[in-house]
C-alpha cells in the first residue's frame, strides 16, 4: 500500500473507504491488515463496516485472518449499542450451526459469550 492510499483512508470518515480496499485488495492486504483493522475500528462509529469486515474476512479465510477478525467482532461488541449488526456476527463469524454449539462457543469464546450478553441480557450464561 502507498502513501497516497494511506493518505485517503485516513481520511475516511465511516469505515467504508478501509472496507472496500480489504475487500477489493484482499489478495494482497495480509501484510497491512492490522493497519486497516485500526483505521477502520477509529472511524467506524456504529460498528457497521466492523462487522461487515468480519464477516467477510471469515467467509475468504478464518484462520488465516483469526486475529483480525477476533479484534473486529470485539470492536463490534463495544461499538453497535443498538445490537443492529450484532446477530449478523452469529452466524457470519460462528457459523449456521452456532446454537447447536452454543454451549461449546460459550465456554471457549469470550467474543460470542460477550455477543450472547448483550443480545440477551437477562439470559443466564
Do not use: W
Not at 472496500?20 to 462509529?45: F, G, P, S
Not at 461487515?52 to 479465510?61: C, F, G, N, Q
Not at 443492529?84 to 452456532?98: K, S
Amino acid at each position: 500500500m502507498n502513501a497516497e492510499i494511506q493518505k485517503q483512508l485516513s481520511a475516511d470518515p465511516d469505515g467504508l473507504l478501509t472496507y472496500e480496499y480489504i475487500a477489493n485488495h484482499i489478495d494482497t492486504c495480509a501484510e497491512c491488515i492490522d493497519m486497516l483493522i485500526d483505521n477502520m475500528i477509529k472511524v467506524d462509529r456504529n460498528g457497521q463496516f466492523i462487522v461487515s469486515a468480519a464477516r467477510y474476512l471469515t467467509a475468504i479465510d478464518a484462520e488465516g485472518f483469526r486475529h483480525a477478525i477476533d479484534r473486529l467482532v470485539s470492536s463490534a461488541i463495544e461499538k453497535d449499542r443498538e445490537h443492529r449488526y450484532l446477530p449478523d456476527l452469529l452466524e457470519g463469524v460462528y457459523g449456521p450451526d452456532y446454537a447447536l454449539r452454543a454451549d461449546i462457543l460459550r465456554a471457549t469464546d469470550d467474543n460470542f459469550r460477550r455477543i450472547e450478553k448483550r443480545l440477551n441480557p437477562n439470559t443466564a450464561i
